[in-house]
């Protein structure tokens, strides 16, 4: 079966000129939306992806009409693929699965974005690398200045009940613990 997407970005659009391409492309089931690309839920979009089943046919007019970008494109012709069911796309015809060439180039964007990727996650951990070499601090700050730290522990060693300390500085115990296992490892 043939379904059909359409999407408008704003209230005061229509979906009319969608659905009947929509329609003379042989759909026979219509999911409409009047919802902004850029909103993360689209329940009409998500409801069709539950229910297509296998050798269904998602129609789009446009690609922008169910993706804002190659990222979520991809991550919705793989829930459609996983589906065993097809996309095609009317304006853009390389975008059709039900064709060779079609799944040969979402193939190709699929390996495309997968590098894209883990160039992001090269460079990150490069740049995460090059932070810690010029002793840029990571995680969380302490919830203790390098002065208070001290009397802690001079607090600790004194005879202070860990609990009674961190009452005194308004942190949890493990704060304390961690201060003075801090003092240890040095």
């Known amino acids: 079966m043939k379904v059909g997407y359409a999407r408008v970005s704003t209230k005061d659009q229509t979906l009319d000129a969608q659905l009947s391409r ?18 993360k839920k689209r329940p009409r979009c998500e409801e069709m992806l539950e229910q ?65 990727r883990s160039l992001i996650l090269t460079r990150t951990q490069e740049g995460r690398e090059a932070a810690r070499a010029r002793g840029v ?9 390098q002065d208070q730290k001290e009397v ?6 004194n005879g202070q009940s860990i609990a009674a300390v961190a009452r005194t500085f308004n942190v949890h115990p493990a704060t304390i613990y961690r201060c003075i296992d801090e003092n240890s490892a040095l």
Do not use: H, Y
């Open 22 to 39: 929509l329609a003379e492309a042989g759909c026979e089931m219509f999911f409409e939306e009047k919802i902004s690309g850029a909103a």
């Open 52 to 116: 297509l089943r296998k050798g269904d046919v998602v129609v789009v007019t446009k690609l922008d009409r169910l993706a804002r970008s190659t990222t979520e494109l991809l991550r919705v012709a793989e829930t459609i693929n996983e589906k065993i069911a097809e996309l095609q796309s009317l304006d853009e015809p390389w975008a059709d699965t039900t064709t060779p060439a079609g799944k040969m180039i979402m193939t190709v964007f699929g390996g495309i974005a997968e590098f894209e």
């Open 137 to 145: 601090p990571f995680g969380r700050p302490s919830k203790l200045r």
């Open 152 to 157: 802690v522990r001079d607090l600790v060693k």
